[in-house]
């Protein structure tokens, strides 16, 4: 149920896992299919007769895309890889520390044109173990698209979960974006807990 003068419709059927979408600068709808299901990550663009694929063979989980200058950035298990207008992949990183449920996140890019990713966490599900892993997300990142050099752009002084030492801060950022005076919005997943198991430090 939608509010009066408005209504819903499917715009694409059948897809997999679809997990995000975007425009690109003609206002084509780009999807990004997780590949969870299928093992395989795909980026689509959405055609009258339904969906194309644009690049695939996208580590799973596919979890974000975005358009900036003519090129498509696919955000999927360890890596960042761009995909050019004539289909061509490259990745412009790879070793990003992402594993189990605790994957690196779609790309923005700010005002001179550096990347930004949210890398979520490493607590829960218990991936770990039960203990966090310090080097493991809790974290936005910045990148150089053009060099491939990756910095820590915003992090807790313990590298860490904010509740594992019951101070303020980052728990597990999923997703960042910006507004009209490039300021950073970011989304924090925010606290689990398996129940009956111990966090330890």
Do not use: C
């Amino acid at each position: 149920m939608v509010p009066s003068g408005y209504k819903i419709e499917a715009l694409a059927e059948n897809l997999t896992t679809p997990f995000n979408l975007t425009f690109t600068d003609q206002w084509e709808i780009l999807i990004a299919d997780a590949g969870i299901a299928s093992g395989n990550g795909k980026a689509l663009m959405i055609i009258p007769t339904g969906t194309k694929v644009i690049a695939e063979g996208f580590k799973p989980p596919l979890t974000g895309i975005t358009f900036y200058k003519d090129n498509i950035y696919v955000a999927h298990r360890g890596f960042i890889t761009i995909v050019k207008p004539d289909g061509s992949k490259k990745d412009i990183i790879s070793g990003l520390l992402s594993f189990g449920d605790h994957h690196n996140n779609r790309v923005i890019f700010g005002p001179v044109g550096e990347a930004f990713i949210a890398e979520f966490g490493s607590e829960a599900p218990n991936t770990t173990g039960g203990k966090p892993a310090r080097k493991v997300g809790h974290r936005v990142s910045r990148i150089n698209p053009e060099t491939g050099v990756i910095m820590t752009f915003a992090i807790n002084k313990t590298g860490l979960a904010a509740f594992t030492t019951g101070g303020g801060g980052l728990e597990r950022p999923i997703v960042v974006t910006s507004g009209k005076q490039n300021e950073m919005y970011i989304t924090d997943f925010g606290i689990y807990k398996s129940p009956g198991i111990k966090t330890q430090v």
